[in-house]
């Protein structure tokens, strides 16, 4: 029997390796189901509310999906323009950064002279001199941001009509999950399982959707304040990254310090612009997201870190915005499914309960005897 379990054991590790490989190669397949599940998740609760005013599913549906569509065709035409625009100004970005930070960048030009001279050094030892570097022609930074594009649009468009099809279905996929267990009692359970874990995640998605919708209008309203050109732009990526835990917020408040030093004259005014932003983060994610999100979906910090470390290691960028709300869909399935509740206890952020049970209390609070 123990060679069974073994065997059993290694079977089970050997499949988590297999998927965890799908996963890597099927990216450009499952990301975009997976979008589309997450939306049909966060919109799910609008559409049952419009349902009980009278308007079918179908066609709430279809005004639910067409109008984040609108609002992501006005944001990306909003804002291709400048990002377009500061491909080609990246360059003269770079001097004017480095002539306003000329005593680092100083520092930093001595470093990287000496590696270069490292490099050629240890080339020429290595190759005697008679070595022949042959140069590959890159794609042009306009072709790789068309393709990138192209990506992004492709995958936004099969997300948006899945979670299309998703809310038009209703009920149908849970009516069809019910059937599928054979007595009332699993039925039962499973119709509440899978109840709970499109509340408590469409509430968590829905709730963390507009948080950052609203960070992102503050971060675009106090650099307006400030006179930092295209400030949509900037609040509309303050959004995007906030669905990275811990290391969006820097990277939003590093990028928005470069802009800020190229573009105002005196370096102690731009430093307001990321000083603002980490502050505006900071009480967002310190208070804001705990008090609306309730410590019941709250999640450990280490189990989040190293999902995201994961996730965006398999999946790049894409894989790190999506990997927390990706978390949370698993901690509630592993809480109403009995096999998993160990492991949605841990990821959970609750304090543990390292108490005694009550015979072992008894017994260790007993008197010996003799």
């Known amino acids: 029997m123990s060679d069974i379990a073994a065997i059993r054991r290694l079977l089970e590790v050997l499949v988590l390796i297999a998927l965890f490989v799908t996963a890597y190669f099927a990216k450009d397949l499952l990301l975009p189901i997976l979008l589309g599940f997450l939306l ?19 066609l709430g549906a279809v005004l639910l999906i067409g109008a984040a569509g609108l609002v992501i065709f006005v944001l990306v035409g909003l804002s291709a323009g400048t990002v377009a625009s500061w491909a080609d100004e990246i360059p003269s970005m770079g ?39 042959v140069v590959m022609k890159q794609p042009g930074l306009l072709d790789n941001a068309m393709n990138t594009g192209a990506k992004i649009g492709g995958t936004i468009a099969v997300a948006l009509v899945l ?12 009516l ?12 039962k ?14 509430r968590y998605l829905l709730t963390i959707t507009m948080i950052n919708a609203g960070l992102g209008v503050s971060v675009g309203l ?20 906030n669905f990275l835990p811990y290391i969006g917020g820097v990277i939003g408040a590093v990028l928005v310090g470069a802009y800020a030093i190229a573009t105002f004259d005196s370096v102690g005014y731009a430093i307001l612009a990321p000083l603002g932003y980490q502050i505006l983060t900071g009480l967002e994610g310190q208070f804001i997201t705990p008090y609306l999100v309730g410590r ?20 790049g960028i894409a894989g790190a915005l999506v990997a927390v ?38 017994a260790a609070e007993k008197p010996s005897i003799g």
């Open 189 to 202: 359970r499973a119709l509440k399982a899978v109840y709970d874990v499109e509340r408590r995640v469409s």
């Open 95 to 133: 001097n004017e950064i480095r002539r306003k930070l000329q005593g680092w960048a100083q520092t930093v030009e001595n470093v990287r002279s000496a590696t270069e001279e490292v490099e050629k050094i240890t080339t020429e030892n290595g190759a005697g001199g008679n070595a022949e570097e």
């Open 163 to 174: 979670a299309l099809f998703l809310l038009a279905s209703g009920d149908l996929f849970y």
């Open 40 to 58: 049909a998740l966060t919109l799910s609760p609008v559409n049952r509310a419009l349902e009980k005013l009278g308007v079918p599913p179908p």
């Open 325 to 362: 709300p990706f978390l949370v869909v698993f901690k509630v399935i592993c809480e109403n499914v009995t096999a998993l509740n160990m492991i949605g206890h841990f990821l959970d952020k609750s304090e543990p309960d390292v108490s005694l049970p009550a015979t072992e209390d008894a």
């Open 176 to 187: 069809k999950l019910v059937q599928s267990f054979q007595t009332f009692t699993g039925k």
């Open 296 to 315: 019941r979906l709250e999640l450990n910090t280490v189990a989040v870190f190293l999902t995201v470390v994961f996730w965006g290691w398999l999946w």
């Open 222 to 241: 106090y650099l307006f304040a400030l006179g930092l050109p295209v400030p949509y732009v900037w609040g509309l990526a303050a959004f995007l990254l």
